[in-house]
Structure formats: structure tokens, C-alpha cells
């Protein structure tokens, strides 16, 4: 009689979490410098958008209005960090791993 062999590696799928958390400190700390496009690290599109908006309003307000626009690009990069954040967080909920 043959002893059965098993095999030495699990069986039940391992799970990679394969985007890690994008830092809200960092988002905000890139974007205080930067400006727009310290926006890069959370939000491509973001960058985009803001870039333009902010070369037409130093433009149009020869450079006065940079102070209002600066705190913007902050707020949606540090939010588009949060929401990135969020997604991954419910996709691996769903999944049923915990984060």
C-alpha cells in the first residue's frame, strides 16, 4: 500500500493586492509644491484640467489668481486620492479579503 501524496503548495487562491494605497499626505504635500501637477500621483486627468485652468487664470489675472487656484489643485488631488482609496477598498471587500 502507497502513502498519498499531497502537494506543498495551497490550493485556494492567493490574493496580491496590486494597487497599494495612494498617501493623502503625500498627494497634498506634491500638490502645495507643484501645484497642479503634483496632481500626477493621484489623478491624470485632474492634471490635465487643472494645468489649463490654472495657465488661463494666471493669464487672464496676471499671476493674482494663482492663490485661488493653488488650494484647488490640493483639495482635488487629496480627494482623488481618497476616492482611489475608496474603490480599492470596496473591490477588496467584495473580493472577501480584508484591508
Known sequence: MTTPTYPRYPRTPVYVDAAPRKSLLLSAILT??????????????????MTGLTLVVAVLTLGHGLPVVWPL????????????????????????DGW
Open 32 to 49: 502645495f509644491f507643484l501645484g497642479p501637477l503634483g496632481m500626477i500621483y493621484t489623478t491624470f486627468l485632474g492634471t490635465i484640467v
Open 73 to 96: 489643485c490640493m483639495i482635488w488631488g487629496v480627494w482623488a486620492g481618497h476616492r482611489t482609496n475608496e474603490r480599492h477598498r470596496r473591490i477588496l471587500a467584495v473580493r472577501g
